[in-house]
């Protein structure tokens, strides 16, 4: 059976597909018949026949993006047209989402590390304990332009470092619409002044669709 975390989760991943937030091919996958039986009668955690039927639609996922933010600026944008899903950078495919693949996350991780400028982000050390010249920032993350989360980098990393499974959570779950541009930015008051560069790691954690 289901957790509760799971249900709720794919609750907002049905609601977005019944106000209108997912691909024609999203939609097909997830009837009408099959929203209006489960929105309608709302979710139980103990209700283990909803459970089974909810996962046959989506399942657990952590999504990762790593990036070289230089010595960092007001406004770094982590993704561009030339992602891919590269073993150690990113699990992502594309700037664009999958048509059929919504994400649905409470849960964030932001990492950092330094290295010789250039360095693959595959091979950077990374830690949870972020540098003092990120804590004054924010990461935002965006999807068709609007943003879904706008979280302190301070916060994050008081969660993150005290929470028994590594995130910070959200107080409301964010989604990234599938066939739809995503963004992550990092807002950064503050620039390093050291010789390295700097790099940033992102992990956000939920459900995803089944393809």
Same mark, same amino acid.
Request: charged residues 25%; proline residues 2%; negative net charge.
């Given at each position: 059976?289901?957790? =509760?975390?799971?249900?709720? $989760?794919?609750?907002? $991943?049905?609601?977005?597909?019944?106000?209108?937030? %997912?691909?024609?091919?999203?939609?097909?996958?997830?009837?009408?018949?099959?929203?209006? =039986?489960?929105?309608?009668?709302?979710?139980?955690?103990?209700?283990? %026949?909803?459970?089974?039927?909810?996962?046959?639609?989506?399942?657990?996922?952590?999504?990762?993006?790593?990036?070289?933010?230089?010595?960092?600026?007001?406004?770094?944008?982590?993704?561009?047209?030339?992602?891919?899903?590269?073993?150690?950078?990113?699990?992502?495919?594309?700037?664009?989402?999958?048509?059929?693949?919504?994400?649905?996350?409470?849960?964030?991780? $932001? $990492?950092?590390?330094?290295?010789?400028?250039?360095?693959?982000?595959?091979?950077?050390?990374?830690?949870?304990?972020?540098?003092? @010249?990120?804590?004054?920032?924010?990461?935002?993350?965006?999807?068709?332009?609007?943003?879904?989360?706008?979280?302190?980098?301070?916060?994050?990393?008081?969660?993150?470092?005290?929470? @028994?499974?590594?995130?910070?959570?959200?107080?409301?779950?964010?989604?990234?619409?599938?066939? /739809?541009?995503?963004?992550?930015?990092?807002?950064?008051?503050? /620039?390093?002044?050291?010789?390295?560069?700097?790099?940033?790691?992102?992990?956000?954690?939920?459900? @995803?669709?089944?393809?």
């Amino acid at each position: 059976m289901k957790t =509760k975390r799971f249900i709720t $989760l794919v609750s907002i $991943l049905v609601a977005a597909v019944a106000a209108g937030l %997912a691909s024609n091919e999203l939609k097909a996958r997830i009837p009408n018949s099959f929203i209006d =039986k489960y929105m309608g009668a709302g979710y139980a955690a103990g209700d283990e %026949a909803k459970s089974d039927t909810l996962a046959k639609i989506s399942k657990r996922t952590s999504k990762y993006l790593a990036a070289n933010i230089g010595k960092g600026s007001k406004n770094t944008e982590l993704v561009d047209s030339s992602l891919k899903e590269t073993l150690g950078v990113t699990n992502f495919t594309a700037q664009t989402i999958k048509s059929g693949e919504f994400i649905v996350f409470d849960r964030v991780r $932001l $990492l950092h590390g330094s290295a010789a400028a250039g360095a693959d982000p595959a091979s950077v050390d990374y830690s949870a304990n972020l540098p003092v @010249e990120l804590k004054g920032g924010k990461l935002i993350i965006k999807t068709a332009g609007n943003v879904v989360a706008e979280l302190e980098i301070e916060t994050i990393n008081a969660e993150q470092n005290a929470s @028994e499974h590594g995130f910070a959570e959200l107080i409301d779950p964010a989604y990234l619409r599938d066939a /739809q541009e995503f963004q992550f930015i990092i807002k950064q008051p503050v /620039q390093f002044t050291d010789t390295n560069d700097h790099y940033i790691k992102v992990v956000i954690d939920g459900i @995803e669709t089944i393809a």
